[in-house]
C-alpha cells in the first residue's frame, strides 16, 4: 500500500508559503492546492488528508462543501485550522465567537483558560497542553461522539476529532498556528505544527 | 480627487480604521476582483497584510503600469510573492528576542509624525507586532525605520525611477493600531492624510 497523501490548501499568503516551505514542515505535505483553483481542479480528492491551513477566503471553501462531504463520505481525513468559517463548508461543526484575548498571559499566574480533553489520545504523545496555548478565535461544540481535545473550562473545544458525524474523520480547530507559524511570530505555534502534523501523519498510517 | 482601492484581506474581522471619517475616500474590493478593476480610477492601492499575494503578483503587470502612470501602493507584509522585478522576498531577523526587535526612526516622515519608536516597538509590553524583519528595499528608496537586528530596513519609501511611489511596511497592518491607546493610533489617521496629499499633489500634475 502507498503512503498515505497530505494536499494543503494554500491561500497565497506569504504565511502559508512561510509554512508550507518550512523545511521542518515540507515533508508532511505532498500536493499544495491554490484556495481559488480548488473547485475547478479536483485532484485533491485523491488525497488521503485535506489540510486546511488557517485563515482562508471561506468561499473557496464553501465552492467545494460537496466536494469535501464526498471526500469525507470516503473514509478520508478533513483537518480545517482556524478562522476560516468552516461551519460554512464542513458537516457538524458549531462555532461560537469569543472574545480574543491576545493577553492573557502577560499576568502571572494567569490561567489560559484550555484544559486537556483526552489525556490518552495519541495528539498528546507529541504535544503538550502549551504547545496549544496561545489564544483562540472563538470556540466549537463537541459533535456527540467526537472527541475533544484540547477543552475551554468556560465549555466548548478549541480542537476535535470528530469520526461520527460522517464516514471519514473531521479534525476541526480555532487555533491559526499556519499564520502565526508563518509569520516569525509566537514560538508554541511551531512547536503546536511539529507535535501535531507529526501525529497527523501516524494516525493517517493507522499507527496514532 | 481619486478613491483609494483597498484590498479586502482573508479571514479576518474588516479593520476598525475603515468606519472613519478619514477613510471615507477608500472603495474596497476583493483581489480576485483586481483583474477586472480599471486601476486607472485610482489614486491609491492599499494591501494588507492578509492578502494573497499569489493572485496580486498575477497582477504584478497591471501594478507596474498603475504605478508607471504615477500611483502610490501602500504595502504591508512580508513579500513572498515578488510583484515588482525591483523586489525581493523578506528577510526575517535571526530569532525572537528584544535585541533584535526595537524600532529605530532614520528618517522623519509624516505618516509617522509624533509616533513614539518605542510604542512601535512594544505592544501592551510585547515586542515585535510591527515587524519581525524587512522586505529589501531597491537602491535609491529612503529608508524611514529599521530594526535594531542586522539595522534591517522595515520602513521605507520608494520614487520607483519608472513613475509612482511605493510606501512599504515589512510588518503587520499599520492601521491595525487605530484604536490603540499610545501614539501609535496617529499612524491611519496620518497615513490617510499623506496619501491623499500624494494623489492631490499628483492630480494638480497631470494636464488639464
Known amino acids: ?121 495519541g495528539l498528546f504523545k507529541h504535544l503538550t497542553l502549551a504547545d496549544a496555548t496561545w489564544h483562540h478565535h472563538g470556540y466549537l461544540d463537541v459533535p456527540h461522539g467526537a472527541i475533544s481535545l484540547v477543552n475551554r473550562a468556560a465549555g466548548g473545544s478549541i480542537l476535535y476529532e470528530d469520526r461520527m458525524t460522517t464516514s471519514g474523520r473531521i479534525i476541526a480547530t480555532t487555533l491559526d498556528p499556519c499564520y502565526h507559524h508563518g509569520s516569525n511570530f509566537m514560538p508554541a505555534t511551531t512547536r503546536f505544527l511539529t507535535g501535531f502534523l507529526h501525529w497527523l501523519r501516524e494516525s493517517l498510517t493507522g499507527n496514532p | 480627487m481619486k478613491p483609494i482601492l483597498y484590498i479586502c484581506p482573508l479571514g479576518q474581522e474588516p479593520a476598525s480604521f475603515l468606519d472613519k471619517p478619514y477613510a471615507r475616500t477608500i472603495e474596497q474590493h476583493r483581489i480576485y476582483d483586481l483583474p477586472k478593476l480599471d486601476l486607472s480610477r ?89 515587524g519581525r524583519g524587512h522586505n529589501p528595499p531597491p537602491p535609491g528608496a529612503e529608508v524611514l525605520h529599521r530594526l535594531s537586528g542586522n539595522d534591517a530596513p522595515l520602513d521605507w519609501v520608494w520614487a520607483r525611477p519608472a513613475g509612482g511611489t511605493v510606501f512599504m511596511h515589512g510588518g503587520n497592518d499599520m492601521w491595525m493600531y487605530a484604536d490603540d491607546p499610545t501614539s501609535a493610533a496617529r499612524i491611519a489617521p496620518q497615513l490617510m492624510a499623506w496619501v491623499t496629499s500624494q494623489i492631490e499633489e499628483h492630480t494638480e500634475k497631470e494636464p488639464a
Not at chain 1, 92 to 104: A, K, L, R, T
Not at chain 2, 83 to 101: D, H, I, K, M
Request: aromatic residues 14%; proline residues 8%.
Open chain 1, 1 to 121: 500500500m502507498s503512503a498515505p497523501r497530505i494536499v494543503a490548501v494554500d491561500a497565497g499568503t506569504y504565511f502559508h508559503r512561510t509554512t508550507f516551505s518550512d523545511p521542518r514542515f515540507a515533508p508532511y505535505f505532498d500536493a499544495l492546492v491554490y484556495a481559488p483553483e480548488l473547485a475547478a481542479d479536483l485532484d485533491w480528492m485523491e488525497a488521503d488528508c485535506l489540510f486546511v491551513a488557517s485563515r482562508q477566503d471561506p468561499a473557496f471553501l464553501q465552492a467545494v462543501r460537496e466536494p469535501i462531504a464526498d471526500f469525507l463520505a470516503a473514509g478520508k481525513t478533513v483537518v480545517a485550522m482556524g478562522e476560516s468559517q468552516s461551519e460554512t463548508w464542513l458537516p457538524g461543526v458549531v462555532w461560537h465567537p469569543s472574545e480574543v484575548n491576545f493577553w492573557w498571559w502577560l499576568t502571572p499566574g494567569a490561567d489560559s483558560g484550555l484544559r486537556i480533553g483526552a489525556t490518552e489520545h
Open chain 2, 42 to 130: 485610482f489614486g491609491a492601492i492599499l494591501v494588507s497584510a492578509h492578502t494573497d499575494q499569489r493572485a496580486f503578483a498575477a497582477s504584478g503587470d497591471r501594478i507596474a503600469a498603475f504605478l508607471d502612470a504615477g500611483g502610490l501602493l501602500v504595502f504591508n507584509g512580508h513579500i513572498a510573492y515578488p510583484f515588482l522585478p525591483e523586489l525581493a522576498p523578506f528577510v526575517p531577523v535571526p530569532g525572537y528576542g528584544l535585541a533584535l526587535l526595537q524600532v529605530c526612526r532614520v528618517t522623519a516622515h509624516p505618516v509617522f509624525d509624533g509616533v513614539d519608536p518605542q510604542d512601535l516597538t512594544f505592544r501592551r509590553g510585547v515586542a515585535g507586532f510591527y
